[in-house]
């Protein structure tokens, strides 16, 4: 069944971002760094890409990665993060 342009715009316009996790995420993410004029680079992009998915899916993200470490009070915000952030060296010290 093909779905119409116009039914397809109806359902963009009325859903709810802030009730999906990975678009929360993602949309917090994402205006963050708009409001930062920068602070993107290719690889704080694969890395946000990485964080947006397992955010909601996780228990922890072992990370020194200063970008991880500046946008997951973001975040954290939306209310739809499980994993928490933790240093490599904390991460170690279980061992």
């Known amino acids: 069944m093909e779905i ?31 409001r930062s004029q920068g602070g993107v680079d290719r690889n704080t992009l694969i890395d946000k890409f990485h964080l947006i998915s397992a955010l909601p899916c996780v228990d922890e993200v072992v990370s020194d990665d200063k970008f991880f470490h500046k946008i997951y009070p973001i975040t954290e915000k939306t209310r739809h993060v499980k994993a928490k952030l933790i240093s490599n060296a904390d991460f170690l010290k279980r061992f």
Do not use: F, N, P
Request: charged share 25%; hydrophobic share 45%; net charge negative.
């Open 4 to 34: 119409g342009r116009e039914i397809g715009s109806a359902y963009a316009k009325q859903a709810d971002v802030g009730a999906i996790a990975s678009l929360a995420v993602e949309t917090a993410i994402s205006e963050h760094e708009w």
